[in-house]
Every structure is written in structure tokens, then in C-alpha cells.
């Protein structure tokens, strides 16, 4: 009996052991889909033109309001159909050992995946980019009926334009994403 045991154990540890395939919510942990989503929702719509006008309109703090509540409401609805096409992504795109590995290791085996990203990018793009334009118009036009309201006449142009312009020299940021201020800073324009 000892010798079945012993010829077992020997056998086991002389066979590499076969990578787990790992489970959705350890995948969802490295790749982390809702930043990615948050993250490119907001460069989408902070790129988009209508929002510097609807910014110039209502001012920031109710600028950042409105979107933080529609970009919110966005995700929530959206983000279940953007996991399961991450998901897909990297089952599809990187080796079943590499990504047991990776999620493994935690955080740190995002470094793992690097030369992957731009595949699982592209498939993404592919298989997200329509979702993604469809949340980002969700967002905006939440934000467009909000500014809808606002009486263009009643607005001092050029303290709103300072107010926007200050916001933005002092942090670079507007509704606290980075980058937003790219498109908003040149609200001179609207006049």
C-alpha cells in the first residue's frame, strides 16, 4: 500500500501540473473592464464638441453633476455586455497558461499580458466599439437636455469663460478626468 502511494505521489510531482483555468471574476481582476470603460467613456465624450458647449452653458460644478450621474447610469447599464467581451478577449487572444498565470500572480501579472493588449484591443474595438459610442451618446444627451434649459443670454460669457479656463489651469482636469479640459479650454470659440 505504501508503494501504490509512493508511486502515485512520484507520478504526480513528475507531471507539470495543469494550469487552472481561471475563473471570470479573476480575469475581471486584472484586466479591470469598468476602469477601461469609465477611463474611454469619458475621453469619448470629453473629445466630443457638443460637451464643451454644454459646459459653457451650465458652468462646471452642474456640468460635472450631470455627467457624473449619467456617465454612472451609463456604466451600470453597460458594463455587463463590455465584461463579457473582455472576457471573451482574453479567452480568445491569450495562451490558458499565460492567463492563469497572469491572474496568479495578481496585479502585478498584468505585465504578463503585454504583448497581447493590442490584439485584445483591436477585438475589443471591434466587438465594443458600438457600445461604447452608444454610452457616450447616453451621456450627452443627458448632459444636452440639462443645458437645454439654460438661457444662452443670461449667461456673462466672459466669467464663464475665465470660470472654465481657471478650472482647468488649476488642475488640468475637469470633473476630475484628466484630459477633458483638452476640448473645453478653447471655449472662446462659442462666442
Given at each position: 500500500m505504501i508503494r501504490t502511494v509512493l508511486i502515485a505521489l512520484t507520478a504526480s510531482l513528475a507531471v507539470p501540473a495543469i494550469a487552472q483555468t481561471p475563473s471570470d471574476?479573476?480575469?475581471i481582476k486584472i484586466a479591470l473592464p469598468k476602469e477601461q470603460l469609465v477611463g474611454m467613456l469619458a475621453d469619448v465624450v470629453f473629445k466630443d464638441r457638443s460637451m464643451a458647449i454644454h459646459a459653457f452653458l451650465l458652468g462646471i460644478d452642474p456640468t460635472c453633476k450631470v455627467y457624473a450621474s449619467a456617465a454612472d447610469k451609463s456604466v451600470a447599464k453597460h458594463l455587463p455586455l463590455w465584461n463579457t467581451n473582455v472576457l471573451r478577449?482574453?479567452?480568445?487572444?491569450?495562451?490558458?497558461?499565460?492567463?492563469?498565470?497572469?491572474v496568479a500572480e495578481g496585479p502585478a501579472?498584468?505585465?504578463?499580458?503585454?504583448?497581447?493588449?493590442?490584439?485584445?484591443?483591436?477585438?475589443?474595438?471591434?466587438?465594443?466599439?458600438?457600445?461604447?459610442?452608444?454610452?457616450a451618446a447616453e451621456?450627452?444627451?443627458?448632459?444636452?437636455?440639462a443645458a437645454a434649459?439654460?438661457?444662452?443670454?443670461?449667461?456673462?460669457?466672459?466669467?464663464?469663460?475665465?470660470?472654465?479656463?481657471?478650472?482647468?489651469?488649476?488642475?488640468?482636469?475637469?470633473?476630475?478626468?484628466?484630459n477633458a479640459a483638452d476640448n473645453i479650454a478653447n471655449t472662446e470659440s462659442l462666442n
Open positions: 471574476e479573476a480575469i478577449a482574453y479567452r480568445q487572444i491569450v495562451p490558458a497558461e499565460t492567463l492563469a498565470q497572469a501579472g498584468r505585465n504578463r499580458l503585454n504583448e497581447y493588449l493590442p490584439q485584445i484591443g483591436a477585438m475589443m474595438e471591434q466587438s465594443s466599439g458600438g457600445l461604447l459610442k452608444l454610452s451621456v450627452l444627451r443627458e448632459i444636452g437636455s434649459d439654460v438661457n444662452p443670454a443670461k449667461i456673462d460669457q466672459k466669467a464663464r469663460i475665465a470660470e472654465l479656463q481657471e478650472q482647468i489651469a488649476k488642475t488640468g482636469k475637469l470633473c476630475g478626468v484628466i
